[in-house]
């Protein structure tokens, strides 16, 4: 039997011009801001969302954010997953 997990976060519509979907799963977030450090175009902010250890996640900036799924690889929890349309 498969067990399937859900993870409470919260997802951000229309990234990259609308080509992607930004998901942040607060459930496994522990603020380490890794992803903010390796984010080429400097989207990542902290958000009022907080994570597994009552610390800050992040969100992107929808206008700013291409989409490239660095911060999702960067991620040592999996906490970022980036679905492109």
């Given amino acids: 039997m498969t067990e399937t997990l859900e993870y409470k976060g919260y997802k951000v519509e229309n ?5 992607a979907d930004f998901y ?7 603020g ?3 992803c903010i450090a390796k984010c080429p175009k400097q989207c990542l902010k902290w958000s009022k969302e907080v994570g597994l250890f ?5 969100e992107p900036d929808a206008a700013a954010c ?3 799924g660095a911060c999702a690889m960067t991620c ?6 980036i679905e492109r349309k």
């Fill in 66 to 68: 291409i989409g490239c």
């Fill in 24 to 30: 942040v799963y607060t459930d496994l977030c522990k």
């Fill in 76 to 81: 040592p929890d999996s906490a970022i997953r």
């Fill in 15 to 19: 990234v990259a011009g609308g080509k």
């Fill in 54 to 58: 009552q610390t800050p996640a992040v």
């Fill in 32 to 34: 380490c801001g890794l």
